[in-house]
């Protein structure tokens, strides 16, 4: 069965400094991977996703992710944080043959000016 | 650039009324879905739609809920007899293709309130 874990409900960082949300996934198969933001009364925008090509995936941004296999892991990264990035971040899996997206309880990232 | 929109952006049913989220998808997509997300909680995949068919649907999507693409544009969701525990945001989403390949672009949801 599929499922994601975001480890951190909340992160918070300075203006400038490195980003980190993190993301475990379960999957019987090899997963697509993505993730989405969501600005305040705003719709899921897709930041980047993971398809089974290369394991380092740019975004939107400045974002980028990287798939690894061995630790079950697609941790989103950016190097320096800007006001704008506050957000709410989802980790989703989707499985081969599935038409559906399992989402993970999401990062609130706040980002101190 | 095309966006998936939704109407309302808030609506707020007495319990036991029947309530009608609209959405209008993006318009070469293929593939329709609903999720919802209760205060606090995950979002929840509760529906796929193709070729005028359910093709995927939850545990959550109970006889209460049914979906429809009545004229080709418009993609509804109507819960026939709402529950409290049907308050929550309701995402509506479309796709060119399945959501193994590619991605699926959300509406800004319909915040769902049941009185």
């Known amino acids: 069965a599929q499922s994601v874990t975001q480890l951190d409900s909340h992160v918070s960082v300075s203006e400038g400094t490195p980003v980190l949300l993190r993301c475990n996934y379960s999957?019987?198969?090899?997963?697509?991977l993505f993730w989405y933001v969501q600005h305040p009364n705003k719709g899921l925008q897709l930041l980047l996703k993971?398809?089974?090509?290369?394991?380092l995936v740019k975004g939107i941004n400045g974002f980028e992710a990287e798939f690894k296999k061995s630790e079950t892991s697609f941790h989103l990264t950016k190097p320096s944080a800007h006001m704008s990035d506050a957000a709410e971040y989802f980790c989703v899996v989707s499985d081969p043959g599935a038409n559906n997206l399992f989402f993970g309880t999401g990062t609130r990232l706040t980002v101190i000016p | 650039e095309p966006e998936v929109t939704q109407t309302p952006s808030h609506q707020v049913t007495q319990m036991g009324q029947e309530v009608i989220l609209r959405c209008v998808p993006i318009s070469n997509h293929l593939y329709f879905y609903w999720y919802r997300q209760i205060l606090g909680q995950k979002v929840e995949f509760l529906v796929s739609f193709y070729n005028n068919e359910i093709s995927e649907k939850s545990e959550i999507f109970d006889d209460q809920f049914s979906v429809e693409r009545p004229d080709g544009s418009n993609f509804t969701l109507k819960i026939r007899s709402t529950k409290l525990e049907d308050s929550a945001m309701y995402f509506c989403a479309s796709s060119a293709v399945g959501t193994r390949n590619t991605e699926a672009f959300f509406g800004q949801g319909t915040r769902l309130t049941v009185v």
């Open positions: 999957s019987s198969y090899s997963p697509s």
């Open positions: 993971y398809t089974s090509a290369a394991t």
